[in-house]
């Protein structure tokens, strides 16, 4: 009976707590500006057609003008609680197009899990191009990776993902 009570325990030690992931969400985001900021030298206005400077604002919760969505855009970050829908698949999601000039991004159980910094940082760098340029998956990868490798000189390997979203036949590509 003792290791179902510290089983309960550490289970519900897992679950974020709306601080601990207020706590987590910070962090990766002030992760994904530090390596974006690093990067910025390396990166040209556009990079993928996603817009730097929107991108820039976007990362930094600020309003941005795209031309991609016409207009000026806002973000709204939610955190939902279930695995249900694309919370069942995903660490996060972008629901696009914009609905009265704000993206929602929405934040997954998964990506609160403990010790998935690393994770959670490039989530922020890979859904933050969705936000500024829509729904191609392939794009997201390839500038993710690349603010990744210029700042830091290698990049997480999304090489399974790559190939599940047939990356291979599109106009984006990896850093080598």
């Known amino acids: 009976m003792i290791r179902c009570i510290v089983a309960i325990c550490i289970f519900l030690l897992a679950i974020p707590t709306p601080a601990n992931a207020a706590s987590a969400l910070d962090a990766a985001l002030d992760a994904?500006?530090?390596?974006?900021?690093?990067?910025?030298?390396?990166?040209?206005?556009?990079?993928?057609?996603?817009?730097?400077?929107?991108y820039r604002n976007a990362l930094g919760l600020q309003?941005?003008?795209?031309?991609?969505?016409?207009?000026?855009?806002?973000?709204?970050?939610?955190?939902?609680?279930?695995?249900?829908?694309?919370?069942?698949?995903?660490?996060?999601?972008?629901?696009i197009p914009p609905e009265n000039g704000t993206v929602r991004l929405v934040l997954c159980l998964q990506f609160f899990t403990p010790g998935a910094d690393a994770l959670r940082e490039l989530t922020m760098l890979h859904e933050m191009v969705h936000v500024v340029a829509g729904a191609d998956e392939c794009r997201a990868m390839a500038f993710a990776a690349t603010?990744?490798?210029?700042?830091?000189?290698?990049?997480?390997?999304?090489?399974?993902?790559?190939?599940?979203s047939g990356c291979e036949a599109s106009r984006y590509s990896l850093p080598s």
């Open 63 to 95: 309003p941005f003008h795209s031309a991609y969505w016409g207009g000026t855009i806002t973000l709204d970050i939610e955190r939902r609680e279930g695995a249900t829908g694309s919370c069942s698949s995903f660490a996060a999601f972008v629901v």
């Open 32 to 54: 994904a500006v530090e390596t974006f900021e690093k990067a910025l030298p390396e990166l040209g206005e556009t990079e993928f057609g996603v817009d730097v400077a929107a």
């Open 147 to 164: 603010a990744q490798m210029a700042a830091t000189g290698a990049f997480t390997s999304v090489d399974a993902y790559w190939r599940s």
